[in-house]
């Protein structure tokens, strides 16, 4: 047998997927997994679907003697401890020069440990970001490869085929920087996707609590939305699920999921940072906060007898009225949520010295990936317009466009409120806006409590300098 191209460690639905798509792009690719039932399979599934260039292995020294110099090796296993372990499975049959590549969701400072000690032993390392899910994986994800360039170089020709391809913006896949930088705008996309999943179901909220819309008309409404600003995937899926009928009883599907939502930690990882790194991003952690409480399920339901009672105002609602008005403030929101993430990454690349390209990142995510949406060549363009934009919300095109939406999006958060329905994700996104557009804000009070109960001093308005003052006695003496 000829020596492949390129190998694939790791062969769950992802790695079986994505391994499918490299041969299919025609790169012969030799494949390995600890369980050698799951190699078969996907060897089975290669020859299904196009006698395409998959060669198995069952055991790593044959696997990596396959594959030819310098050779590659992407890994899709779970994040932490397993990528340790099949580092050290493969690395001790890799020659210097060789590369690794984790395609994972992997926390990015052990991409920049793992780095480290391969470059030790002679080995370069590439922690790659694939979004877009099983089908994505399968037909074209959006790659955010981050690491060693040199590492990028030699795979280059392989994404650039293997990405999803956009026409008016090329292949999704670009070299994202050095060190942890590919995981950790993997990790952000994430979190923006946290986002917009929230204010989906919000939007979806209102329009069913209060407008009383159908599931069809849901159906309906979504299909409509996706034709025009809000067209995304995201959207698309929704569409979808809502015209989808109940295969083991009455009804829509969607009314028989239990509402308590699964994470796997990336939205976690993406609040904490914004934490660690003073980035407001209240939509991304109003997102993260709605899963933790749709996970008290039992909490809930009893909350629910205590707190009895219809909470609507029972007045009538203009539905027609009603569905624009919630388009606008999803749009409205979406903003917020992406200028947050985008603030988030800026943030780190500063800190971290990456040099990060917004816009670039943009592009890479306009196919592919879970957040795909139109919307992202607007984004593209504003900082194509202005590369050191501060925040997306002052982009000229964006903010007219905030402006034009916010009587519609306070409308929607009014009515939510007055209904007695949550919109946490949409709330935030318009606190934030409206916290942002002020020149002055409540927070003179909070310094002025903080040195007067802990001295920690203030600024002035019309003066220069740092100030303390004895509110304490002050305030004694003029009650005495």
């Keep these: 047998m000829a020596l492949t191209r390129i190998g694939l460690a790791g062969l769950a639905v992802m790695g079986q997927n994505l391994a499918l798509n490299i041969a299919e792009k025609g790169f012969p690719i030799s ?72 395609g994972g969701n992997e926390w990015y400072e052990n991409t920049e440990r793992r780095e480290k000690a391969m470059e030790e032993r002679g080995l370069l390392y590439l922690g790659m970001g694939v979004s877009g899910g099983e089908e994505g994986a399968r037909n074209g994800p959006s790659l955010m490869p981050g690491g060693s360039f040199e590492a990028y170089k030699y795979i280059e020709d392989i ?57 069809s008309e849901l159906h309906q409404v979504f299909s409509e939305w996706n034709k025009g600003e809000l067209l995304s995937f995201l959207i698309e899926i929704t569409a979808d699920i809502f015209g989808i009928k109940d295969d083991k009883g009455e009804g829509y599907l969607v009314d028989k999921v239990l509402d308590k939502t699964g994470m796997k930690g990336t939205g976690k990882w993406t609040v904490q940072q914004a934490a660690e790194l003073s980035v407001a991003a209240p939509t991304i952690e109003a997102s993260l906060d709605s899963r933790f409480l749709s996970g008290l399920k039992d909490e809930r339901v009893e909350a629910s007898k205590i707190f009895q009672g219809d909470y609507s105002t029972g007045l009538p609602v203009d539905k027609a009225q009603l569905i624009e008005d919630v388009r606008q403030a999803l749009y409205a929101s979406k903003i917020c949520s992406y200028a947050q993430g985008m603030n988030i990454i800026k943030a780190k690349s500063s800190e971290k010295g990456w040099g990060l390209n917004l816009g670039e990142l943009a592009r890479i995510w306009k196919g592919g990936c879970i957040i795909r949406a139109i919307f992202l060549d607007r984004i593209k363009k504003a900082y194509d317009r202005n590369p050191n934009l501060a925040n997306l919300l002052v982009d000229p095109e964006f903010a007219q466009e905030i402006i034009d939406r916010q009587a519609a999006w306070r409308r929607v958060v009014c009515l939510a409120i007055n209904n007695g329905v949550s919109t946490p994700g949409m709330s935030a996104s318009l606190a934030y806006f409206d916290s942002y557009r002020r020149d002055r804000l409540p927070a003179n009070l909070v310094q002025a409590q903080r040195d007067y109960f802990g001295a920690r001093t203030y600024e002035r308005v019309d003066m220069p300098g740092s100030f303390h003052t004895e509110w304490f006695k002050i305030a004694r003496n003029s009650k005495i």
């Excluded at 050698?36 to 696997?63: I, M």
């Excluded at 050290?88 to 060789?98: E, R, S, V, W």
């Excluded at 292949?171 to 950790?184: A, D, L, Q």
Aim: proline share 5%; net charge neutral; hydrophobic share 40%.
């Design 31 to 102: 494949v390995y997994n600890r369980t050698t039932s799951k190699v078969d399979e996907t060897v089975q599934r290669a020859k299904v679907e196009g006698n395409l260039p998959v060669f198995g292995f069952h055991d790593p020294a044959s696997f990596v003697s396959s594959i030819q110099k310098p050779r590659v090796v992407i890994m899709l296993v779970k994040a932490g401890a397993p990528v340790d372990q099949t580092i050290a499975t493969l690395a001790a049959h890799l020659d210097q020069g060789d590369c690794i590549v984790d």
């Design 159 to 215: 994404l650039l085929k293997v990405a999803a391809q956009v026409p008016d913006s090329g292949p999704c896949v670009t070299y994202i920087g050095k060190g942890g930088s590919g995981n950790f705008v993997k990790m952000v996309h994430n979190g923006i996707e946290y986002g917009d999943m929230q204010l989906i179901a919000e939007a979806y909220d209102v329009l069913k609590s209060v407008g009383k819309l159908t599931n």
